[in-house]
């Protein structure tokens, strides 16, 4: 038996603190992940998510 897992991350840039999300985030094919990227937010690695969001200001 498999179990499903759920993920929700949010990554807000607060002023005055580290900017970047180094690393990867993986999941395996049968759990959700949704990932959202905000506030100047950056993201220095890989992912496979199955819902991005990039707000215009992050990258």
Do not use: C, H, W
């Not at 959700?32 to 220095?44: M, P």
């Amino acid at each position: 038996m498999i179990d499903k897992g759920e993920v929700n991350l949010v990554f807000d840039q607060i002023k005055e603190t580290e900017k970047e999300l180094r690393g990867n985030i993986l999941a395996d094919p049968f759990s959700k992940t949704d990932v959202t990227l905000k506030g100047g937010s950056e993201l220095g690695g890989n992912i496979n998510a199955t819902s991005l969001f990039i707000d215009p200001d992050s990258t």
